[in-house]
C-alpha cells in the first residue's frame, strides 16, 4: 500500500521526516518497507536560483545576444549571455547556475556549463518557462515579481513540493489502515494530534427528479447499501492536482468520475462505485446473486460464469451490472457520454466478496478492502464526499435523496479486559489513563470501569480486535514496543513450539541419511490380514480397526503393526532373488479402544541377506544385529542428544532386542525376528527389525547444535581386558566408567570379545579401549593411572570383573 506524505498531510500535521514518520509506522505495525521522492518538477529545481539583471549590453559579436552581469547572491556578479528579447535590467529572473541539469518541456535534459558564447565568457542561463519544465512558452524569459533575496532557490518562489511515498507492507489484518485516513488515525494516537476530516457540511439535495429504487435480497451478503443520483454531469480529464494524487501512489488517471470514486477509496478507505444511470434498467438496482452458470462480461471485456453464491448488483430486469465489490461490468460503467450518474457506496460481507474474488481470479482495490472488512458506519459520508467533488470538478446537481438500507445496525464489539491481564501481556505496568487515553485515541470507547477490569467498545471497522489480547496488542503498539525494559534475566510463554518444528523437514534428513547408507524406502498398505493380530502375543485382535466395506479378507482390518506389510516386502523380493534387503518406511499404526480411535508413527527398518557383498577385496558379510543397531543409532544421534539408556529384552517377536530409552520413555526397539514367524510368511532368512517410536522422536528431537573448539591438549589411550559374567552388558561398563571420572572419560570402544572354555563356561572377555582428555591441561602419567585404577577397582567391585594382566 502506497502513502503519499503530501495528501497524508491534509487530514493531520505531520512535522516529521518522511524517515523519521516511516520509523513512527512502522513501530505502530504498519512496516514501512521503503520510501520514494517523488519530485513535482522533474530535477527539483536543484541549482536554479532567482537573480536580478544588473546591467544588460549588445553582444559585441552577435545582434540577437545581450551579454548581462547578473546577481545570484555570490559576491560577485556572473556574466551570463542571454538571447530573450525581452531581458532588462532590474528584472528579477530565473536563473540555472553552472553544474545544474535543466529538464525542459518536450526535450531531452542537457547541464549548464561554463562556457565562451561568440566570444563572451556565459557563467549559467537565464530561463523561459518552458525551459525549467513548468510551462510551454518560449517567447522569453520569466520576469517575477518577488521581494525573495538574490540567490533564493527557485524552489522557494514557485512552492513546488517534493512528495515523498511510503511504501506499507499492510498486514491482511489492519485493513482499518489501508488508506491515507487510516494512517493518520495511528499518527493521531502516537503523536495526540487531531484528525481533520474533510467536511461534507455543505452537501444539498438539488432536486428529486432522477431517484433509483435499491432492493436488497440479500442482506446477509450486502448488510448495508447506500446511493445516490447526480444528473447532468460532464466525463472530461481530472485537473491537474487530482491526476497528480493518483499518480504518486501508483494509479492511472481514467476520467474525473472514476478518479473521484478511486481518490475518496484511498482517502477513506470505503470503496464506491459510479454506474451509468441511464444504463440502469427500470431505475432499479437489486441486490442478488443470480442462478449457477449466468453468464456477465467484466470491464475488461472478459465473459464469466457467475457461481450461485456471487453477489451481483442488477437492474429491474435482473440483469447483472456488477460482480459485488469486486468489478464492474461493460456496459454499465462510466463513459464519455455519460450524463447521469447512480454512486453506490456499501458494505459487504467480507466472506462472499473473498470467495468471489478467488473464485474468479480478480484483485481490486475494492475487493482488498472488502473482504478484509470495511466500516459500515462510512457508507454515507463517503457518498456526500464524493457527490461534492463530482459537482465541484464535473458540474451536475443531486438529483435524488441518499438511499441507505441499514436494517440490523451492526454493533460495537464488546471485549471485558482484565487490568492484571494487560500488565501481565505487556511486562509493564500502566496506569488506567495512560490506557484509557491510549483506546480513546484509537476509536475505542471503555465503559463499565471497575476496579479490576473495564469493557472495550470496539467500532465495527476494526475486525481484528475483538478479543482481550487483542486490546492488550493495542496498547502496546501505541505505547510503544521499544519503551518496553527487557530485564536482564526473563522468561517467555508459549502456546505453540518455539522455533516451529518443520516435521516433514525432519523426517526428509532422516529419509537421505539412511538411503545415503543404502538403504531403501518402501510404502505399504495401511489395509492388513485381521490373523496378524489374532496370531500375535504382542497384538491384540479386539483393537483391530475393522473395515466396513472391506475388499477382501485378507485387507480387513487397518494394521497394529508395520512389521507384517515390511515382511511380506520383503518374502515378494526374496521369491525374485533380491535376497539382499536394506528397507525403511514411515507408516501407521491403528487401534481401536472403547470406541476411541488412535493412530501412532513409526519408523520400521529392515536388514536381511549380506550386509557386505563379495568383491575382489573383500569376502561376503552376512548382516548381524550390530549393523542394525549402528544403523539405530546413526538416526537417533541426528536427532536427539546422548542421554539415551539401552536395556536387553526378551519380547515377541524378537528372539533377542535392545530397547533405547529417553527420559523413562522407549524411543526404539531393535532385535531379530523370531523364526517362527518368519517362516509363516515364507522368509527362510534371518531378518533384523527396527520399531522407532516417531510421534515420540519428534517431541524429543534437539535442534540445538553446540560447536566448540577442537582442544589443544592431547588425548591419551589405555586397554583394558574384563574377563565378566555373560550377562553384563557394554551399556553397565560404560555406565561405571562414566561414574569413575565423567570428564576425562571421553570414549569407549569394544575392540575384541572373547569367549572359550580357558576363562570359563559362563565368562566371557572383553577388550575394551579408553579415551581419556582434559581440555584445560596435559594429562600426566600419574592422573591417567589415577583415574584407570579407579575404573578397574569399580568393575571389580561391582561387576566381579578379573582385569587381565
Known amino acids: 500500500m502506497k502513502i503519499s506524505l503530501d495528501w497524508l498531510s491534509n487530514y493531520i500535521e505531520i512535522n516529521e521526516s518522511p524517515e523519521e514518520l516511516g520509523e513512527i509506522l512502522t513501530n505502530t505495525g504498519l512496516e514501512v518497507e521503503g520510501i520514494e521522492k517523488i519530485e513535482r518538477v522533474q530535477g527539483g529545481f536543484a541549482g536554479i536560483v532567482i537573480g536580478e539583471v544588473l546591467t544588460c549590453e549588445q553582444h559585441p559579436n552577435a545582434d540577437k545576444l545581450k551579454v548581462t552581469t547578473v546577481d545570484i547572491g555570490r559576491t560577485e556578479p556572473s556574466y551570463i549571455v542571454c538571447g530573450a528579447p525581452n531581458v532588462a535590467v532590474g528584472q528579477k529572473v530565473v536563473v540555472a547556475t553552472v553544474g545544474s541539469t535543466l529538464y525542459p518541456s518536450g526535450h531531452e535534459p542537457f547541464r549548464i556549463k561554463k ?113 445516490i443520483t447526480i444528473s447532468g454531469v460532464t466525463v472530461s480529464e481530472s485537473p491537474e492536482w487530482l491526476q497528480k494524487r493518483l499518480e504518486a501512489i501508483g494509479l492511472t488517471p481514467i476520467n474525473n468520475i472514476v478518479d473521484i470514486t478511486n481518490f475518496v477509496l484511498h482517502e477513506t478507505g470505503q470503496p464506491l462505485h459510479a454506474f451509468d444511470a441511464d444504463e440502469i434498467k427500470g431505475d432499479t438496482v437489486v441486490v442478488k446473486t443470480l442462478p449457477e452458470g449466468s453468464k456477465f462480461i467484466t470491464l475488461d471485456e472478459k465473459e464469466r460464469k457467475l457461481q450461485a453464491n456471487d453477489l451481483m448488483i442488477c437492474n429491474g430486469r435482473s440483469e447483472g451490472m456488477c460482480i459485488a465489490g469486486v468489478f464492474g461490468g461493460i456496459r454499465s460503467g462510466v463513459k464519455e457520454t455519460t450524463r447521469n450518474i447512480f454512486l453506490e457506496s456499501a458494505y459487504f460481507n ?54 441507505d438500507i441499514y436494517p440490523d445496525e451492526i454493533q460495537d464489539f464488546q471485549v471485558e479486559v482484565k487490568y492484571k491481564n494487560i500488565n501481565r501481556l505487556l511486562g509493564v505496568s500502566l496506569d488506567k489513563d495512560s490506557v484509557f487515553q491510549i483506546l480513546n485515541s484509537l476509536d475505542i470507547e471503555t465503559r463499565g470501569n471497575k476496579e479490576d477490569r473495564f469493557i472495550a467498545s470496539v467500532p465495527p471497522y476494526r475486525v481484528d480486535v475483538q478479543r482481550e489480547s487483542d486490546i492488550a496488542e493495542e496498547i502496546l503498539r501505541i505505547y510503544g514496543f521499544n519503551n518496553i525494559d527487557i530485564p536482564e534475566g526473563f522468561s517467555s510463554d508459549y502456546l505453540a513450539e518455539f522455533p516451529a518444528r518443520d516435521v516433514n523437514q525432519i523426517q526428509q534428513s532422516v529419509t537421505e541419511l539412511l ?54 516386502v520383503i518374502a515378494y523380493n526374496i521369491n525374485r532373488k533380491q535376497t539382499n534387503l536394506r528397507l525403511f518406511e514411515f507408516g501407521k499404526n491403528y487401534f481401536v479402544d472403547k470406541g476411541e480411535y488412535s493412530e501412532k508413527v513409526r519408523l520400521a527398518i529392515y536388514m536381511t541377506g549380506d550386509y557386505q557383498p563379495e568383491s575382489w577385496k573383500a569376502k561376503s558379510r552376512k548382516a548381524e544385529f550390530h549393523d542394525l543397531a549402528a544403523t539405530v543409532q546413526l538416526v537417533l544421534n541426528r536427532l536427539i542428544d546422548n542421554k539415551l539408556e539401552t536395556t536387553v529384552i526378551h519380547r515377541y517377536p524378537y528372539d533377542f532386542a535392545l530397547e533405547t530409552i529417553h527420559n523413562k520413555e522407549v524411543l526404539a526397539t531393535y532385535g531379530k525376528i523370531k523364526g517362527h514367524l518368519l517362516k509363516e510368511i515364507g522368509i527362510k532368512q534371518e531378518v533384523f527389525y527396527a520399531d522407532i517410536n516417531w510421534d515420540l522422536l519428534l517431541k524429543r528431537t534437539n535442534n540445538n547444535i553446540v560447536y566448540q573448539e577442537v582442544s589443544k591438549f592431547p588425548e591419551v589411550r589405555r586397554d583394558l581386558s574384563l574377563v565378566i559374567d555373560k550377562n553384563i552388558t557394554f551399556e553397565q561398563i560404560k555406565a561405571i566408567a562414566k561414574k569413575s571420572d565423567q570428564h576425562l572419560v571421553t570414549a569407549m570402544n569394544v575392540f575384541d570379545v572373547y569367549e572359550g572354555e580357558n576363562i570359563g563356561k559362563e565368562k566371557k572377555a572383553y577388550a575394551i579401549s579408553f579415551t581419556l582428555q582434559d581440555t584445560e591441561k596435559t594429562l600426566t602419567d600419574k592422573v591417567i593411572d589415577r583415574t584407570m585404577n579407579r575404573m578397574m577397582s569399580s568393575f571389580e567391585a561391582e561387576l566381579g570383573a578379573v582385569i587381565r594382566k
Open 115 to 227: 562556457a565562451k558564447i561568440r566570444g563572451e565568457i556565459s557563467e549559467g542561463m537565464i530561463c523561459a518557462e518552458d525551459e525549467i519544465g513548468i510551462g510551454t512558452s518560449h517567447d522569453g524569459i520569466m520576469v517575477l515579481t518577488t521581494d525573495l533575496p538574490n540567490g533564493t532557490p527557485a524552489a522557494d518562489f514557485f512552492r513546488f513540493k517534493d512528495d515523498h511515498v511510503l511504501e506499507i507492507g499492510l498486514t491482511p489484518n489492519r485493513a482499518d489502515a489501508a488508506s491515507h485516513i487510516g494512517t493518520a488515525r495511528d499518527l493521531r494516537a502516537v503523536l495526540n494530534r487531531e484528525i481533520q476530516w474533510p467536511s461534507v457540511d455543505h452537501f444539498k439535495v438539488d432536486n428529486t427528479d432522477r431517484p433509483i429504487k435499491v432492493k436488497v435480497e440479500n442482506t446477509g451478503a450486502c448488510p448495508r447499501y447506500s446511493g
Open 515 to 568: 538411503a545415503s547408507n543404502g538403504f531403501y524406502e518402501i510404502l505399504t498398505n495401511s489395509l492388513t490380514k485381521p490373523g496378524y493380530a489374532e496370531n500375535a502375543e504382542d497384538l491384540n485382535a479386539y483393537r483391530s480397526v475393522n473395515i466396513l466395506n472391506k475388499l477382501s479378507e485378507d485387507l480387513g482390518v487397518l494394521r497394529q503393526s508395520v512389521l507384517y506389510n515390511g515382511l511380506e
Open 350 to 403: 467480507p466472506d462472499y466478496i473473498r470467495k468471489t474474488a478467488q473464485y474468479h481470479q480478480l484483485k481490486t482495490d475494492a475487493s482488498f478492502r472488502y473482504e478484509r472488512g470495511t466500516d459500515p458506519r462510512i457508507t454515507v459520508y463517503a457518498l456526500k464526499r464524493a457527490i461534492l467533488l463530482i459537482k465541484e470538478l464535473a458540474g451536475g446537481k443531486i438529483s435524488s435523496d441518499i438511499v
